[in-house]
C-alpha cells in the first residue's frame, strides 16, 4: 500500500530507464488490466536511443497538422522534451468497433494498463508521466507507430529515473468521493466543496 499511496507523476526525468528485463516486467504488469472479452487491446511501442529525435520531429508535424496556430516556443518545448525523455512508452490501441464489448471498455482496459506500468515503474524505483493531448487523435501519427484505423492512440508514457526525490503527493481525503448508497441518489462530500 505505500508504494501505491507514494506515488506520483514526474517528467524529471533522467537516465537510466528500465533495461529489458524490468521493461518486460514492467509491461507484464500492464497485461493484468481488466479485458473483458479478452480482446488484448494494449499494444506497446519503445522510443529510445536516437529515435527520439525522430519521434520528437513527428509529434511536432502532427501538432502543426491538429493546431496550425501553435506558438513557436510550444513546439520547440515539444520537440525538446520528446528528445530527451531516457525512454517514451507510446500507448497504442488495437481497437474491435465491430466486437459486442463497446469501444469504451476496450479503451478503459488500455487506461487500466497504462496505469499499472506507472505503478510499476515506482515500485521498481523509476518514474513516469503519461502524456496526451490533440495528437493521440491523428491518424497520420497514429499510423507511423503502427496503429491505423481503427487502431489509435492513448498517449506516451515518459519513463526514467526521478531527478530528484519525488516529494510525498498531497491527494484528497478519499471520505469525500464515496458515499454509502441507500436507494437515493448519493451527494458526494467532493461535490459539497466544489457547488459554484
Known sequence: MDVLLSRASTDRLQDPA???AQLEQILATALRAPDHGRLQPWRYVIVQGEARSILAENVVASTLRVAPQTPQFNLD???QRMATMPMTIVL?????????????????????????ILNALHALGFGG???????TQDPVL???FGFEAPHRLAGFVFVGTPDN???APTRPDPAGFMAVWDGTPPVFGQDRNHAP
Request: glycine residues 6%; aromatic residues 4%; positive net charge.
Open 18 to 20: 528500465p533495461d529489458r
Open 77 to 79: 518545448k515539444r520537440r
Open 92 to 116: 497504442g490501441m488495437h481497437l474491435h468497433p465491430e466486437h459486442k464489448i463497446p469501444l469504451w471498455e476496450q479503451e478503459m482496459s488500455v487506461a487500466a494498463g497504462a496505469m499499472n
Open 129 to 135: 508521466i503519461w502524456v496526451s493531448g490533440p495528437i
Open 142 to 144: 497514429a499510423a507511423q
Open 165 to 167: 526525490p519525488l516529494p
